[in-house]
């Protein structure tokens, strides 16, 4: 028996919510007063009604520790626990630290944590991948070996659509921010190796900023037959279906599949921003 708990950054798809080896332990958002728990209960128009309304950055507080070990506290002799990267938040030093306790009173448990070193649908793979290998009947030890190197390999790439969140957080001066606007740039970003957030490239316009993505993404991309590539959409899935279609008029991928960002990854991604990892 195995366990995949994934912080809530992580957005799991239908298919994922209904196969009883997956969990998601939910993160906190706060915009001004309004504290929001990032779980079934989140309302993504809400969430963004309230960003847009505020003059100050939306936060977010990593899962408990107790959080972690209350799903951690399962059937299963194998459990693995992916939090999104190290670089952008306290969830995996706080899964580590509940893994240590839990495994006080549960010595015959074997847990792994694991620094997904990206964020939203980049977790939801290296879950998928971590499923893959179980039912391939791979002993613990070399799925954990097995998914380092996936993660390795893993590259997250997104465009926003407004530099808002990025203005009030304050990582861009207002002038830029406006210059950016009225100019219609879009930045690509990308994860680097260590899992913290750079600028790949920039483009005029929210169709040639998707066009730059896609290249960026087959640059360094090989064997897509064999690679899933998931797309997750903040409020704009005409957008997310748009890509899709991008995608494979360049590359023929095992599988692409679409979910909307739930609560962090919206926080992050702000109204019109997509995300795109393989």
Same mark, same amino acid.
């Given at each position: ?9 992580? !957005? ?5 919510? +209904? *196969?009883? &080896?997956?969990?998601? /332990?939910?993160? %906190? $958002? ?114 954990? !070996? ?5 993660? +390795? *390999?893993? &590259?997250?790439?997104? /465009?926003?659509? %407004? $530099? ?115």
């Amino acid at each position: 028996m195995y366990k995949i708990i994934i912080d809530s950054c992580g !957005e799991l798809s239908e298919e994922m919510k +209904e *196969n009883g &080896h997956f969990a998601n /332990v939910p993160l %906190t $958002l706060q915009v001004d007063d309004a504290e929001i728990v990032d779980d079934m209960t989140f309302d993504q128009a809400d969430f963004l009604k309230k960003v847009a309304a505020s003059e100050e950055s939306p936060k977010s507080a990593c899962p408990s520790p107790d959080a972690y070990m209350q799903a951690m506290d399962c059937d299963a002799d194998h459990i693995y626990v992916i939090t999104l990267s190290s670089q952008l938040s306290g969830s995996y030093n706080s899964a580590c630290l509940a893994k240590d306790l839990f495994l006080e009173d549960h010595e015959d448990k074997k847990i792994c944590v694991i620094d997904s070193k990206s964020a939203s649908v980049g977790e939801s793979l290296i879950g998928l991948y971590i499923a893959s290998c179980e039912e391939a009947g791979m002993d613990f030890e070399t799925v954990v !070996e097995n998914v380092g190197n996936y993660i +390795e *390999n893993q &590259h997250t790439f997104f /465009v926003l659509e %407004t $530099l808002e969140t990025l203005r009030k957080a304050g990582r861009l001066s207002n002038l830029k921010a406006k210059l950016a606007s009225t100019l219609n740039i879009k930045p690509i970003m990308g994860s680097t190796e260590e899992g913290s957030i750079q600028q790949l490239a920039q483009a005029r316009g929210m169709n040639k900023a998707l066009d730059r993505m896609v290249q960026s993404m087959m640059e360094v991309t090989k064997n897509c037959e064999n690679r899933v590539l998931a797309i997750s959409h903040c409020n704009c899935r005409e957008r997310a279906l748009q890509l899709k279609e991008k995608i494979e008029k360049v590359a023929s991928f095992k599988d692409i599949f679409i979910v909307d960002t739930a609560g962090v990854s919206s926080m992050y991604a702000n109204d019109g921003g997509i995300i795109m990892v393989v």
